[in-house]
Structures are given as C-alpha cells and as structure tokens.
C-alpha cells in the first residue's frame, strides 16, 4: 500500500528556528568572551532561510536514499511543492510502499515524525558547520544519523521475521 509522508516546509523552518535558538542561549554576560556568547552567531534569522531552503532539498534526497527500496513501483517518491499545489503548497512529500504487514497505525506516525527528525537536524548540522561551531556540530550529526536510522526502521516495524527461529 503506498502512503504520502507530508510536511510543509513553513513547519520545518519553523522547528529548526526554535532548535537553533536553544543552541544559542547565550553564556556569560556582553562583555564576556565571544565565544562564550554564541548567540550573536548561530539562531537561523528570517532573512536567512534561502539556505535552509537548500540544506532541505539535500535533506530530502538524503532521506530517499535510505529509503529507496520503498519507493521502487512509485514514479515520484519524493517532491518539494511550491504555493500553486492546489493540494500540498509549499510542502516537502515522500510516498512511500508499506510491506502488507506492517501496523500503518504505528509505522505511519513513527515515519512522519522521522523524517520530520531527520529534516530539522539535518539543516541544523550544516548551519552550524556554516557558522563553525563544531561543539553544536558534533551534536546535530550525532542526532541526524540517529534520525536517519529511524526513518528505515519505522518502515520495517511490524514486519514478519523472513525465518522462523526456533527457541532452544
């Protein structure tokens, strides 16, 4: 069964912003060293989400790597609409084929909310690698290799084992 994964980008953008600014609560006081106050360097502002926009179209062609077995009978498994989709403006979409044995009633909100994971931490990796905070860095690729994982497994939850295994 084929099933759309949908996201609009506003609430992706939206989710990095808040994240970034937890990232940046500032430390020490205005006279302190700059590195200490890294809130004058990293939240993602308004007028910056061109670049956001780009980090989340690789984030997406990352997510359909993983995915790619899934998406093997679908012409589009993946696409970025803009304000004109009378259905989805301004989403970001992955279809996908759920194994006829998967729970869609788990799987489904397991997937969205991985990729949604995997989108924010994602764009939060390189915008901090743009910005050359390598503590924050090290952190967000951390918890986008985990995201990334999620989104594969959340596909296989409720699949039967291919063997039986016998308990000894």
């Known amino acids: 069964m084929s099933v759309k994964i949908v996201h609009e980008i506003s609430e992706i953008t939206d989710r990095v912003n ?33 670049i ?9 062609v990352n997510i359909l790597e993983e995915i790619g077995a899934y998406t093997k009978d679908i012409d589009y ?3 970025i609409t803009d304000s004109t989709d009378p259905e989805f403006p301004n989403s970001i979409i992955f279809e996908v084929e759920l194994n006829k044995n998967s ?6 909100p397991m997937l ?10 994602y764009i939060l990796t390189e915008w ?12 967000f690729q951390t ?3 985990q995201a990334l994982k999620q989104v594969k497994s ?7 084992a291919k063997k039986p295994y016998k308990i000894m």
């Open 52 to 60: 956001v926009t780009q980090f989340l179209y690789q984030a997406g």
């Open 77 to 79: 498994p993946y696409t």
């Open 103 to 108: 729970k869609e009633g788990v799987a489904l």
């Open 154 to 160: 959340s596909l296989m939850y409720g699949n039967k």
């Open 128 to 139: 901090v690698k743009v910005k050359n905070y390598n503590a924050a860095y090290l952190v």
């Open 18 to 50: 808040s994240q970034s600014v937890y990232v940046s609560d500032p430390v020490g006081d205005k006279n302190s060293n700059s590195a200490m106050r890294i809130a004058d360097v990293i939240p993602v502002t308004n007028s910056e989400t061109d």
């Open 143 to 145: 918890k986008y290799d």
């Open 112 to 121: 969205q909310q991985a990729i949604a994971d995997t989108l924010i931490y």
